[in-house]
């Protein structure tokens, strides 16, 4: 079995060769230098309020004009990606945490252990996405940070599963009973052996559950009960403009673009990461690549 980091080393040439893949991986960077440097970007800041120059249209003094306020909206939806890229990688940080331990414990000791913590999962996975975040924020209260915390339980379940299910195909590899049988601790089986192996769907989830909460965020404000006001969420700014469609539908249409493009951008992320991580389709890829300089080659040759 090739080595977990030279598989590594291929699916990421891979994965730079593929343009939805790049196109996806550029947005998502592009999405976090914003995140980082929101305050600098930002042509001001996101609560700033001239009544004289609301509702005005996209234009050279506001690229993407101005709310019922008078807020740059463009300034909200650069100061926005902070928001949701924030509730993303916290909450999908702690469903992967707590994920990724129960489905390791689970897939690796089995028996009653497994037992009882699947079927804790499955309680949890019963119920729809959504509607279990809703019910945690309703016991939690509203809130960026309850928000985190509803989305990340929403999601603790997914890994669980897909972790499992990984770890069942790695743990009795050649690789892992031997290092069984020369006394290699249960830890350092797991941490060194067993999880580098059933990591590539595990990253490929990660990617996805990336797509689904900010969706999921955009979602929790636009009802009220995600991020309040007047700090910028681009599901708040989306309800916000709604009653303005006719009159000024930038309000809503560039946060909406903005909600799209990321949530694209981490699903095609997702589809690469799952076609170069995949032996399969990994090897099909490198046949793919292979035949442009086969070709050359017999070219030159001629």
């Known amino acids: 079995m090739r080595p977990a980091r030279g598989r590594f080393t291929t699916a990421l040439k891979l994965l ?10 550029l947005v998502v960077i592009g999405v976090v230098v914003l995140a980082l440097f929101d305050e600098l970007i ?18 050279a003094g506001h690229w993407f004009g101005t709310d019922d306020l008078g807020r740059d909206v463009l300034s909200r939806v650069v100061l926005g990606a902070a928001v949701s890229l924030q ?3 916290v909450a999908v940080g702690f469903s992967l945490l707590v994920g990724v331990t129960v489905g390791l414990l689970a897939g690796y000791y089995g028996r009653w252990l497994d037992t009882v913590l699947m079927r804790l999962m499955d309680v949890l996975f019963a119920f729809p996405a959504i509607l279990l975040a809703i019910a945690v924020i309703a016991i939690l ?26 770890v069942l195909g790695v743990k009795e590899s050649v690789f892992v009973r031997a290092s069984r049988s020369v006394g290699v601790s ?5 941490l060194r052996h067993v999880l580098p192996n059933a990591a590539p769907p595990i990253i490929v989830q990660t990617s996805v559950s ?18 309040q006001p007047p700090a910028p969420s681009w599901g708040r700014m989306l309800s916000e403009g709604r009653s303005y469609l006719e009159d000024a539908w930038w309000m809503a249409v560039f946060p909406g673009l903005a909600i ?9 992320l997702g589809d690469g990461l799952r076609d170069v991580l995949d032996p399969q389709q990994r090897s099909a890829l490198e046949a793919a690549r292979a035949k442009p300089r086969r070709r050359r080659r017999a070219g030159v040759g001629a």
């Open 16 to 25: 730079l060769t593929s343009p939805p893949t790049l196109f996806a991986t």
């Open 210 to 227: 990336l797509a689904f909460a900010v969706l999921a965020e955009a979602a929790l404000s636009f009802v009220g009960l995600g991020t």
């Open 141 to 166: 209260g509203p809130g960026t940070t309850n928000a985190m915390i509803a989305i990340g339980i929403t999601y603790t379940p997914v890994f669980a599963r897909v972790t499992r299910a990984a």
């Open 260 to 268: 799209v493009l990321l949530v694209l951008a981490f699903n095609l």
């Open 186 to 190: 249960d830890a350092r089986m797991l």
């Open 87 to 89: 509730v993303g990688a």
């Open 42 to 59: 930002a042509p001001t800041g996101y609560n700033e309020v001239d009544v004289q120059q609301r509702l005005l249209p996209p234009g």
